[in-house]
């Protein structure tokens, strides 16, 4: 060891700045690991680099690795690399960066920062990630050579007032940095970090795809059998005893970082096992790869089925983030929307600090971005999958992700269009088959200009409304919608390829007028649009009276008593207003907690049936028979049932029918 040996005192800022820096970036102290290995990985891809560009630097670069050593009596752990190594200036100014620039001025830089982003940049560039050793050791040392040269350097710190510098003799060319570990302490989160287990639990966790073996000498098994090995060991073979086995921890295994055509299916379909703890294959797997001003790699998976907890508020989302093949975080939410919470993978930056968090992600341009070609890849593949040969693949995963693609529809503006041609739903136009929207709208009737849709607790329920009859009997098609999302985003969404949304139970719907423009544009329209209309006055007309009167007699519970052109069998069905909000959603805020107002609708009667012109002809007669009130309330009662309403008062409308029942027998 040379004689050289220099001291010097951090500045007094210098250990608050190194406490700002820990306590601010890492809430688990096993990151310590990630990032010395993630340093020795950098410096044997600069050795390989280097060995490549200078013909000069005589080196060995056969077995690039890192190795890890436990020295349980010392309480040391070592991560050594032979790698390009450090000159002493290389040290001072990258090791010891925090030493040097410690000043008051940095200090306040990084308290002075307007957003977390900035004072990030300014963290990273003062060796963090070395400097996290001393979350877990009192003291460390480092110890190097730099490829090319004859003289090596070590450097010590306790990380408190002062670190030492000395120039080192007989040093191989890499760095080994020894960590002096704190005792164990689990409430300070400080494990056992000499143990094998928890070592080799942070390299599969954090470093598993580190391109450069990570190597730590085999614990000896005391309870095996003896070897030939050991045998020759006894009989004094010295290099059994020196050389002890050394286990390789992590795979190497990037599947990302390869070239799709170097990667077999059932390689992408045990990675995928692997991080989503599935036991099927994936439906659809996406790799793909950005060059430019921002490189990543991503591996993406669509799952066969939908896990269990798809609806729970604690499910995790997001995919895994490395950054040059190092793990950064699980469910990094800031790479997918949420109502892609379902899709798996991995993305690794290439261009992105180690210590990034979170917070500093969620406002990052680079990664929104990222996130932006993400989505739409992702989109991209469920449509090759829904264009494709096989219906029945798409039916099943829209089966399984369907109701939350459609949350995307509230929540993601810029892929509206994308999602809508994602949409699959049941219809009146095939009973077994769903449709597609486009489909819908090509077998549009002509002079159509409005997708009809009806909601509903169940296909049985919307088929048997009363609002589907003349949809049915002038065959219209009309979307059924079941989910309870579907009263939300048909609200929200303004129409798919030029055509509005228009919920068969809302608003004025007359398809005479839809069947007149039909016959306008065959050229024989005149005649059966002045009959249509003719026929129209005369009916209001006839009800000019009872309408108004049973409006007043319902006052309570509609806004409007009105002729129906949607009825043909039923006597009356309830419609709301174009922009009522509908008793499904009514409810579904209720149930969340929210007092809405109540909501009063419109009673629609059939002027062609017995039962409507029967109450006609009797209020002509005499409009002061209590009766015909009763009658009304079952009418009423009889609408909001058959919807699938509640009733405003059960035992009253009971009461009624009862009593009507016996007056007619």
């Known amino acids: 060891m040379g004689s050289s040996t220099e001291t010097l005192e951090f500045q007094a800022e210098t250990r608050q700045l190194l406490q700002l820096v820990i306590h ?51 309480r040391t752990l ?144 005391t309870n095996a059998a003896p070897t030939d090995d050991d045998a020759d060991a006894e009989a004094g073979d010295t290099d059994a005893e020196t050389a002890p086995h050394m286990d390789t921890l992590n795979s190497m295994k990037a599947l990302w970082a390869r070239q799709r055509s170097e990667v077999s299916e059932s390689e992408y379909n045990e990675f995928y096992k692997q991080i989503s703890h599935d036991w099927l294959d994936p439906a659809e797997t996406i790799h793909m790869r950005a060059e430019g001003t921002f490189e990543y790699e991503a591996l993406l998976f669509i799952p066969s089925q939908a896990p269990f907890d798809l609806f729970s508020r604690e499910t995790k989302r997001g995919v895994q983030l490395y950054v040059k093949r190092v793990f950064i975080m699980d469910d990094c939410e800031a790479l997918m929307p949420n109502y892609l919470r379902f899709v798996k993978g991995v993305v690794d930056a290439h261009d992105l600090s180690l210590n990034i968090s979170r917070e500093i992600l969620q406002h990052d341009r680079q990664i929104q971005g990222v996130r932006r070609r993400l989505v739409k890849k992702v989109l991209g593949a ?6 494709g040969d096989d219906a029945e693949r798409y039916a099943k995963l829209w089966g399984q992700f369907g109701r939350v693609l459609k949350e995307g529809l509230l929540e993601d503006a810029d892929n509206t269009e994308a999602l809508l041609a994602l949409v699959s739903a049941e219809s009146t136009h095939d009973a077994e088959k769903t449709t597609s929207l486009r489909e819908y709208v090509e077998r549009m009737k002509e002079g159509q200009d409005a997708i009809y849709y009806l909601t509903g607790e ?18 219209y098609e009309v979307l059924i919608l079941t989910d309870p999302i579907d009263e939300v985003w048909v609200e929200q969404v303004p129409g798919f390829d030029g055509h509005r949304f228009q919920s068969i139970a809302k608003g004025q719907v007359d398809l005479d007028l839809d069947e007149n423009a039909d016959a306008d544009a065959e050229g024989a329209g005149d005649s059966d649009g002045q009959e249509a209309a003719s026929a129209k006055a005369k009916r209001e007309k006839d009800f000019a009276a009872l309408l108004p009167w049973m409006t007043t007699t319902l006052s309570e519970h509609v806004k409007q008593v009105r002729l129906s052109s949607r009825l043909t069998t039923s ?86 029918l009862t009593s009507r029942l016996t007056h007619t027998l």
């Open 24 to 74: 601010s970036i890492y809430s688990n102290k096993d990151i310590f690991l990630r990032e010395l290995i993630s340093n020795a990985s950098d410096a044997l891809d600069k050795l390989r680099l280097e060995s490549l560009t200078d013909s000069a630097l005589d080196v060995d670069t056969a077995d690039l690795h890192i190795t890890l050593e436990v020295d349980k009596d010392a």
């Open 382 to 387: 469920l449509k090759s999958i829904q264009a």
């Open 78 to 221: 070592t991560v050594r690399d032979n790698g390009i190594g450090m000159s002493r200036d290389e040290i001072v100014e990258l090791i010891g960066t925090i030493a040097k620039s410690g000043t008051a001025r940095l200090l306040e830089k990084i308290k002075d920062a307007k957003d977390a982003a900035a004072a990030q940049s300014l963290i990273g560039q003062f060796g963090v990630g070395f400097y996290s050793a001393f979350m877990v050791a009192d003291k460390v040392t480092l110890r190097t050579r730099r490829a090319g040269t004859a003289e090596g350097t070590q450097w010590e710190s306790d990380g408190e007032g002062t670190y030492t510098i000395q120039a080192v003799d007989d040093l191989p060319v890499g760095t080994s940095v020894t960590l002096h570990l704190k005792p164990v302490d689990s409430e300070d989160g400080l494990a056992d970090y000499l143990a094998s287990w928890k070592i080799r639990q942070i390299v599969k966790q954090y470093s598993d795809f580190i391109r450069w073996p990570i190597r730590m000498a085999a614990e000896p098994n």
């Open 571 to 656: 006597a009356a069905c309830i419609v709301g207003d174009a922009h009522d909000m509908t008793p499904t959603l009514e409810k579904m805020y209720r149930a969340m907690g929210q007092q809405m107002p109540p909501v009063k609708r419109i009673l629609e009667l059939n002027p062609a049936h017995p039962l409507v012109t029967a109450l006609r002809t009797a209020h002509e007669a005499n409009a002061e028979d209590p009766a015909l009130t009763e009658i009304t309330e079952l009418v009423y009662g009889s609408a909001l049932l058959a919807e699938g309403g509640d009733l405003p008062d059960p035992a009253r409308f009971t009461r009624l």
């Open 458 to 475: 169940t296909r049985a329920t919307v088929e048997n409304s009363p609002h589907m009859e003349a949809f049915a009997a002038k065959g």
